[in-house]
């Protein structure tokens, strides 16, 4: 073969292999995968790219936000369309000595890949497995702490949550062991029960009650009654459509407790901006600027 067919030959093939790896690229561009996504973590839309997101912690700030793919992968179908989705864990760290870990979704659809809104599991724990069990319930099972454990103690505590995805919203609901099936949005009231606080997320950070069940919010005529961990708070609150807005004014009687969240629950409140429930029995209040208050 003469040298200038070689040389053809070796050109026709580089274009080939060229076009090949140009292709791969666009494609993967296109249809990126769960570490190149964008997620919501306390209301801050937060983009991966490579598993990893800096931002500043305030604006101007030289302090970091790092959040970071960690693993622990599970994949199944969440939203019962017969796409394979992936669940797995993130850390945030946020500058100081914390390292809180959060369980997110990405679900497929025709469009790509879409990121939930992340579930925060807690600071310095030890994840030990996630798992996708029937009806697309995520399982994630890790070590943490008992009640009154120091942060600096190791994680020794067997836990777990179990996670449902409302594909609509793209929200983790957390699965309460005793709720039986499914609940109708539509059909689901303010007042029909008191409800009971269970997290926040604010201006980028998540907030969860030191006090479990300590913090109920009910619902009747325009008015609202709520217990938290010190006092009892009344007040007034009006309803147009979906919009809800707490009254500023709030009545509470005058216990004083030391490290009371009372007055974080009620600032809290008082920027509720809207609502919405869950097809797992929850109420959502959305704040205004971003954010949420879950209550089950």
Not at 17 to 44: F, L, M, W
Not at 126 to 135: C, F, K, L, S
Not at 223 to 229: E, G, I, N, R
Request: hydrophobic letters at 40%; charged letters at 20%.
């Amino acid at each position: 073969m003469t040298t200038a067919r070689m040389a053809l030959l070796g050109a026709a093939a580089c274009v080939a292999g060229c076009v090949d790896s140009s292709v791969e690229r666009e494609a993967s561009a296109q249809s990126p995968d769960h570490k190149n996504i964008e997620y919501t973590i306390g209301g801050r839309p937060t983009g991966l790219v490579d598993g990893v997101n800096e931002a500043p912690a305030a604006p101007g700030s030289a302090a970091k936000i790092v959040t970071r793919y960690f693993g622990n992968e599970a994949r199944g179908d969440l939203n019962g369309d017969g796409r394979d989705d992936v669940a797995f864990l993130l850390t945030q760290e946020t500058g100081g000595s914390g390292t809180f870990f959060y369980a997110v979704a990405a679900v497929a659809s025709e469009g790509g890949l879409r990121g939930s809104e992340a579930v925060l599991l807690g600071d310095r724990i030890a994840p030990q497995a996630t798992e996708i069990g029937p009806n697309g319930v995520i399982v994630v099972s890790y070590a943490g702490r008992g009640p009154g454990d120091s942060l600096a103690s190791p994680p020794s505590v067997a836990k777990s949550i179990s996670l449902k995805l409302d594909a609509a919203a793209m929200r983790l609901g957390e699965v309460v062991q005793d709720f039986a099936g499914e609940a109708n949005p539509d059909s689901m009231t303010l007042d029909m029960k008191s409800w009971v606080w269970v997290r926040a997320a604010d201006a980028g950070n998540e907030i969860v009650p030191r006090q479990a069940e300590a913090f109920t919010l009910s619902f009747s005529a325009g008015t609202f009654s709520a217990t938290t961990d010190c006092n009892r708070v009344r007040g007034g609150y009006t309803v147009e459509g979906r919009t809800l807005t707490f009254a500023d004014a709030m009545a509470a009687t005058r216990m004083f407790c030391a490290d009371a969240q009372e007055q974080v629950f009620t600032g809290l409140l008082r920027k509720t901006a809207s609502y919405a429930f869950t097809s797992r029995g929850e109420l959502v209040l959305e704040l205004t600027g971003g954010g949420s208050i879950t209550f089950r």
